[in-house]
C-alpha cells in the first residue's frame, strides 16, 4: 500500500501560501482547484512491480485544496488501463454514494477519461 500513500501525497500536496485561484504545484504535475462550492475527486491507480499487487485510490478535495474524503481499495485487474478505468468508477461510486453532485473527476489517463 505503499504505492496508495505516495499517491495521496503526489494528489494532495500543497505549497502555502498559495492562492485558490492559481494551479497548486505537486510532484506529479499541477492541481488546479474546482469551482468554489465544488469538489474534485482526483483518481489514480498504483501497481507494484515486483508483487503485481494493483491498487485504485479516490482523494476527494474542496475548492481550497483541503482533503474531504478518500477511498483506496485492491483490485484484480489485468492491466493499468484497465485499472485506470477502475479508480474513475470508483470515484464515480464514492461520489454517488455521498450523494454528491457538483464534483469534477480527474485522472491522469487520458485515453480512460
Known amino acids: 500500500m505503499?504505492?496508495?500513500?505516495?499517491?495521496?501525497?503526489?494528489q494532495t500536496s500543497v505549497i502555502p501560501?498559495?492562492?485558490v485561484s492559481n494551479p497548486i504545484s505537486a510532484?506529479?504535475?499541477t492541481w488546479t482547484p474546482p469551482d468554489q462550492g465544488?469538489?474534485?475527486?482526483?483518481?489514480d491507480v498504483?501497481?507494484?512491480?515486483?508483487?503485481?499487487v494493483r491498487a485504485t485510490a479516490v482523494l476527494?478535495?474542496?475548492d481550497k485544496?483541503?482533503?474531504?474524503?478518500?477511498?483506496?481499495q485492491e483490485v484484480n485487474i489485468p492491466s493499468v488501463f484497465?485499472?485506470?478505468?477502475s479508480a474513475i468508477r470508483l470515484a464515480c461510486v464514492m461520489c454517488a454514494t455521498l450523494n454528491l453532485s457538483r464534483v469534477e473527476i480527474e485522472g491522469d489517463s487520458k485515453s480512460v477519461l
Open 82 to 85: 484497465q485499472g485506470e478505468a
Open 60 to 62: 476527494l478535495c474542496n
Open 27 to 29: 510532484a506529479h504535475g
Open 2 to 10: 505503499r504505492e496508495v500513500i505516495e499517491f495521496e501525497v503526489a
Open 38 to 43: 465544488s469538489l474534485k475527486a482526483n483518481c
Open 65 to 72: 485544496g483541503k482533503l474531504v474524503d478518500g477511498l483506496a
Open 46 to 52: 498504483a501497481v507494484n512491480a515486483r508483487s503485481k
Open 17 to 19: 501560501p498559495s492562492p
